[in-house]
Every structure is written in structure tokens, then in C-alpha cells.
């Protein structure tokens, strides 16, 4: 059964904590995305990988970091520099545009909701 | 930095009507479009692409693109109490940019 699959669905971190949170696909796509959703806003991007062991940062990358030793796995770790980091975070991976005629499109795993205690 | 502005607020509509809903977006150089739908809670699911001038249909959904006037709208016939949910419009190459989203109520 292919998919998107991120855990854990809740996280609660203490102030001044490092958090990671795990996102795997098993869609053979090569490119792989982290979003944040803070109530009532659109997909903010943090950072995006198009082929492993390489990753751009995307519009809000401050205080996260991520790794992409395998083409399957991209996780997202939360560190103590993200003042802000209550929000529905949001893992998701596609094709790249142009290489197998679905242009890219994205799909999402089921999220992780991150609150700070 | 690129922008997509979906600017409409929640959108009330009757059970079996027609909703209407529109995006703009500032970079040119765009080649991809998606909505996707996300119930409250829960992540988004796409639900239409299209990367070509004029409409693309797919059940009661049909996508609007317009590259020279740099829209891309989404029309929901027939709307159905399920499909009351947060509509998100998105728009670039690979690297997607989102809009805020449009509420949409149908009311049985």
C-alpha cells in the first residue's frame, strides 16, 4: 500500500527541546517537502529535497534542520532556535516536473501536530 | 517572493449549487497548478492539476487556467454537504507556493 507516513501524529515539546519528526514514503518519488500550518494560514515551505543527501532551505528554514540520507526518508528536526513551533507540520513528496508527466504534483501525509508545553 | 493570493472569504453555499472559487498568483513563469480540498484536521488531498490554458473536467470538478490574466479558478457543481471544506490553491514548478485557502459551507 503506497503512501506518505509521518509520526507521530501528536508531539508535545518542552521549552529549550530538540524534536524530530519522521516522514517516509514509499512512492519511489525523488523529491520530498516539509510545510508548516498555523491556524487559519496556507502551507508555509521550510525546506525541500530533490535527490538525497542534498536539500534548499524554503521561506521560514530558521530553527529547523533536516537530512536526506535516503531517497525514502526526510526527517525534520525542531530545534530549540524555533521560538514559535506550535503548528501542524506537514510532510509531503512528489515526481519532479517534467519527468514523468504528473509536473510535479504533491502529496501529503497525514501531518504532525506539534504543541510546546 | 511568489504569491498566491485566494482573497474571497468563506463561501456559503446551497446544497446542489454551483461553487465558485478563485486564485491569482504573481509569478509568470509558473507551469503547474493544483487545488487541493483539507477537511478540518486533516492534511490536503488533491483534487484537480492542470498545467494548459482553457478547463480541465473531472467529475463535478472543473479547473479554470488563465496564464495571460494570471488566474486559475475552480468551480464545484452539484455541491454536496461533503464537500463543505478548505479549499487550497498552489502554483509553481516543483517548488509550490500556497494560498491562505477558501472556506467553503454547503448548507443541506
Known amino acids: 500500500d503506497g503512501g506518505i507516513t509521518q509520526s507521530p501524529k501528536y508531539l508535545f515539546r518542552k521549552e529549550g527541546q530538540n524534536v524530530t519528526l519522521s516522514c517516509e514514503q514509499n512512492?519511489?518519488?525523488?523529491?520530498m517537502y516539509w510545510y508548516r500550518q498555523d491556524p487559519g494560514q496556507g502551507l508555509r515551505l521550510i525546506y525541500y529535497?530533490?535527490?538525497?543527501?542534498?536539500?534548499q532551505k524554503g521561506d521560514i528554514a530558521e530553527g529547523y534542520s533536516v537530512s536526506r540520507e535516503k531517497k525514502e526518508s526526510f526527517p525534520l528536526t525542531v530545534t530549540s532556535a524555533q521560538k514559535n513551533p506550535t503548528a501542524f507540520y506537514l510532510c509531503?513528496?512528489?515526481?519532479?516536473?517534467?519527468?514523468?508527466?504528473?509536473?510535479?504534483?504533491?502529496?501529503f501525509g497525514p501531518g504532525t501536530r506539534l504543541t510546546v508545553l | 517572493q511568489k504569491e498566491v493570493e485566494q482573497n474571497s472569504g468563506p463561501l456559503s453555499v446551497p446544497e446542489g449549487a454551483i461553487a465558485s472559487l478563485n486564485c491569482t498568483y504573481s509569478?509568470?513563469?509558473?507551469?503547474?497548478f493544483f487545488w487541493y480540498r483539507q477537511y478540518s484536521g486533516k492534511s490536503p488531498e488533491l483534487i484537480m492539476s492542470?498545467?494548459?490554458?482553457g478547463d480541465k473536467e473531472d467529475g463535478r470538478f472543473t479547473a479554470q487556467l488563465n496564464k495571460a490574466s494570471q488566474y486559475v479558478s475552480l468551480l464545484i457543481r452539484d455541491s454536496q454537504p461533503s464537500d463543505s471544506a478548505t479549499y487550497l490553491c498552489?502554483?509553481?514548478?516543483?517548488?509550490?507556493?500556497f494560498g491562505k485557502g477558501n472556506q467553503v459551507v454547503v448548507i443541506p
Open positions: 509531503a513528496s512528489s515526481t519532479l516536473a517534467g519527468t514523468s508527466g504528473a509536473e510535479g504534483t504533491q502529496y
Open positions: 512512492l519511489n518519488h525523488d523529491a
Open positions: 529535497s530533490q535527490i538525497v543527501n542534498d536539500f
Open positions: 509569478d509568470r513563469g509558473s507551469q503547474s
Open positions: 492542470i498545467y494548459s490554458n
Open positions: 498552489a502554483v509553481g514548478n516543483n517548488r509550490l507556493a
